[in-house]
């Protein structure tokens, strides 16, 4: 099954822009995987898909247009423009592997973001 | 709108049984949506642990398979989680989520806000 790694932080100034970055195992490179922000004490929240072609589907309800991603050999990057206040979070970036009873679904680590 | 709530105690016994709930409100749980609880350890990323179709098809994180059960009441519209032989390992915040199979793209759309279980004695 695919690993997916995360950087643990990141950070970037308000009103910037921040490319995040989640890193999948050899052999995956054509793996989809999907981003999730979670703000402190919540749930995570789905904010869109990406492969080696952008983004697959629609993002996630209430997404802002600051948010886009892109896909390139085995990473894949949310990147967020005019980061704003809100934007600090966790971000999660998932994905799945298998099928039947090989059947799993993974998680990279995690990237907290703060925004200074 | 579909809201997930689980419930259980925070507080479960080295070697015994934790036992979680999450009542679906806002819509029926035999949709055609996967069911599944993820966790996640204080400071840590997010793990899968396991997920339930309302037919009671299931899908279980290998590494978990063998203490994890995941049932459905279609009666009451809820599902529960429960994992056996618990340790310290399995402190966490656990929440209940929806992966939604028709959405563009299929994803776990709807989330929990998520119960702190802490193991120890």
């Known amino acids: 099954q695919p690993v997916l790694t995360q950087p643990p932080s990141a950070s970037a100034s308000l009103g910037a822009s921040v490319t995040l970055t989640c890193t999948l195992s050899s052999g995956y490179s054509n793996y989809k995987v999907d981003w999730y922000q979670q703000r402190p004490g919540k749930g995570p929240r789905f904010v869109m898909r990406v492969g080696t072609g952008g983004i697959v589907g629609s993002k996630g309800d209430g997404i802002p247009d600051r948010f886009s991603v892109l896909g390139s050999g085995l990473n894949r990057y949310l990147t967020i423009k005019n980061i704003q206040e809100e934007d600090e979070s966790d971000y999660h970036c998932?994905?799945?592997?298998?099928?039947?009873?090989?059947?799993?679904?993974?998680f990279g680590g995690g990237t907290k973001l703060t925004v200074l | 709108q579909v809201q997930l709530q689980e419930s259980g105690p925070g507080l479960v016994k080295p070697s015994g049984t934790l036992s979680l709930t999450c009542a679906v409100s806002?819509?029926?749980?035999?949709?055609?949506?996967?069911w599944s609880w993820v966790r996640q350890p204080p400071g840590k990323g997010l793990e899968w642990i396991g997920e339930?179709?309302?037919?009671?098809?299931?899908n279980y994180n290998p590494s978990l398979k063998s203490r994890v059960t995941i049932s459905v009441d279609k009666s009451k519209n809820q599902f529960s989680l429960k994992l056996s032989s618990v340790t310290a390992a399995d402190t966490a915040v656990y929440y209940c989520?929806?992966?939604?199979?028709?959405?563009?793209?299929?994803?776990?759309?709807?989330w929990g806000q998520g119960t702190m279980v802490t193991v120890s004695s």
């Open positions: 806002g819509g029926s749980i035999s949709s055609s949506n996967w």
């Open positions: 989520a929806r992966f939604r199979v028709a959405g563009n793209p299929d994803a776990f759309d709807i």
């Open positions: 339930i179709y309302h037919s009671g098809s299931t």
């Open positions: 998932g994905a799945d592997h298998g099928s039947g009873s090989n059947f799993v679904r993974v």
